[in-house]
């Protein structure tokens, strides 16, 4: 068997001669056998190596089988190794229930019947092999978890940073472009005498117009001045004001006067989210009313948005199809924050937005 698949067996006897045949009878079973002859010796293996189980014997002179598996299981690489105790003596088995208090997982009473032990001993290490196949299977599932979070991490901050060039290139390119159409219109038409041109050139400055107003409504969906400009406090209030214009949900507002400074990512999260929280309103939650604040509590600040809606449910708030959801709270995680839903049937849904303020 190739050395990297063999278990290491710790076997703990101070009689040379029993450690000697002990390792004998499990010789075939083609494993990585260590042996130590005394408490310390083994304490000292169980410190520096994964072991898959400990034969350990429990009268031993200086340090006895119960002390030692005491120590070992204190440690915190071996405090869920299997310990099997061995003893001499069949009258020894009153001290089975001292040795499952010290975390002994069975008991041998010396002389050992050979395909008993054999069994035990395969048996734990079968266990082992399967336990470390799984902890790697949930390493390499975590590693693709982070991967996967990165690299949504990353999508979500090129996004926005495209949705921010986009709108600079529409709104400056496309609003000169149509600024400039507008006024040779109006140039076009000081020039003009016939009144049928001039009601064509009344209708075109009309769908100039048009045109331009949206150009901004676009260049806002895209990147709100607002935001950029003045803050995410100011951002927030426009952003409800137009949603109780649009719904017709009032919107009271709980907004600071004042807010430490925080950095355009943060500031874009929250904005983020906020507009998917009143996308999901708008869409399922038939409220009437929306209640809105923003606070920085401590180095965190919180959006806490609640509805009087028909309220959502634990297995939506948990469901595969809940993209907005999650969507969320991959954003929030980014940056170290998490989002909290909750809500009843009946009783309207609650969110609570937290996320770390970065120090300066």
């Known amino acids: ?78 405090r869920l190794t299997p310990i099997i105790f061995m003893t001499a003596a069949a009258d020894e088995v009153g001290s089975m229930f001292r040795g499952y208090e010290v975390g002994a997982v069975d008991y041998l009473v010396k002389p050992l019947v050979v395909e008993v032990l054999k069994s035990k001993v395969s048996v734990f290490v079968d266990l082992h092999r399967k336990g470390a196949e799984l902890a790697r299977a949930e390493q390499r599932a975590r590693e693709s978890e982070e991967k996967l979070r990165a690299l949504a991490a990353h999508l979500i901050t090129v996004r926005e940073e495209e949705r921010a060039h986009i709108a600079r290139e529409v709104h400056d390119e496309l609003g000169q472009v149509l600024t400039g159409l507008k006024m040779d219109i109006a140039s076009l038409a000081r020039r003009l005498d016939d009144k049928s041109l001039l009601d064509k050139t009344d209708s075109m400055r009309h769908l100039v117009d048009a045109t331009i107003h949206t150009v901004r409504k676009i260049c806002t969906g895209l990147r709100p001045e607002v935001l950029d400009e003045m803050g995410l406090v100011e951002a927030i209030g426009w952003q409800a004001m137009e949603f109780q214009k649009r719904t017709g949900i009032r919107c009271p507002l709980n907004l600071p006067a004042e807010t430490p400074a925080l950095d355009t990512d943060l500031s874009t999260t929250t904005f983020r989210i906020f507009q998917e929280i009143l996308t999901n309103v708008a869409r399922h939650s038939s409220a009437t009313r929306l209640a809105i ?25 948990d469901g595969r199809a809940s993209l907005g959801l ?24 609650r969110v609570v937005v937290s996320i770390p303020i970065a120090k300066p």
């Open 1 to 78: 068997m190739d050395a990297a698949l063999k278990e290491n067996i710790l076997l703990v006897d101070d009689d040379p001669k029993s450690l000697y045949a002990l390792q004998v009878l499990l010789e075939d079973l083609n494993q990585n056998l260590l042996l130590a002859q005394s408490g310390e010796e083994a304490v000292s293996y169980a410190l520096n190596q994964d072991l898959a189980l400990i034969l350990l014997d429990v009268r031993m002179r200086r340090m006895d089988g119960f002390e030692t598996a005491r120590l070992i299981h204190a440690q915190q690489r071996s």
């Open 293 to 317: 604040e923003l606070k920085c509590a401590s180095d965190r600040l919180i959006l806490e948005v609640m509805d009087n809606g028909v309220g959502i449910s634990a297995s939506e708030v």
């Open 326 to 349: 999650l969507g969320m709270q991959e954003r929030a995680l980014r940056l170290g924050g998490r989002v909290n839903i909750s809500g009843a049937r009946g009783q309207g849904t």
